[in-house]
């Protein structure tokens, strides 16, 4: 099986976020797992509301990334081959593989009718079968912001947390 390279989309420092001193009194891996399933479900969460994609689309989206912890980052990284084109867009280009097409492609005009052609070597040469551009989506971008606002928010509440249970397990 064919394992697509994955992408680095987003890392998040948590350095900068975390007041001096705390490090030294609490867990900061058991932090970064809670942080990070919030992250992944913030991030499925705002894939699967976009309005441009499909639905298959939306699933399969949601499903192809990865959020890792680094000793002090949360890395999310897009292991589908299809968030390359949605993050860097794509180029008005011929759509040469739909010579190898064997039945007819249906397309719709702008007038909404339904038509069929079939695509062979002698209409590419003519300049058909063009791909038109698509502009680069800003979905992670927004997720990326939506998750640092989640880190934001919950880093505090974790710090509280472990340091209250670091209190308890040492008063045992």
């Known amino acids: 099986m064919y394992r697509y390279p994955s992408t680095k989309v987003a890392r998040v420092n948590l350095r900068p976020l975390?007041?001096?001193?705390t490090l030294e009194?609490?867990?900061p891996q058991r932090v970064l797992k809670s942080i990070q399933r919030q992250v992944a479900k913030k991030i499925e969460a705002k894939i699967l509301q976009s309005s441009s994609l499909s639905h298959?689309?939306?699933l399969a989206l949601s499903k192809g990334f990865e959020v890792r912890r680094g000793t002090h980052s949360i890395t999310i990284v897009a292991k589908h081959p299809a968030f390359r084109p949605l993050l860097e867009g794509r180029k008005y280009r011929q759509m040469r593989w739909l010579v190898k097409a064997t039945r007819p492609i249906p397309i719709i005009t702008k007038e909404g009718?339904?038509?069929f052609r079939n695509a062979t070597p002698r209409s590419m040469e003519n300049g058909s079968w063009y791909h038109p551009p698509r502009e680069p989506t800003t979905i992670i971008e927004k997720a990326r912001e939506e998750a640092r606002a989640v880190i934001k928010a919950r880093l505090a509440k974790e710090f509280r947390k472990e340091i209250r249970n670091s209190i308890a397990r040492a008063g045992r």
Not at 18 to 21: A, H, L, V
Request: net charge positive; aromatic share 0%; glycine share 8%.
């Open 25 to 27: 009194k609490v867990n």
């Open 113 to 115: 009718k339904l038509i």
């Open 56 to 58: 298959r689309a939306k």
């Open 18 to 21: 975390i007041p001096p001193g």
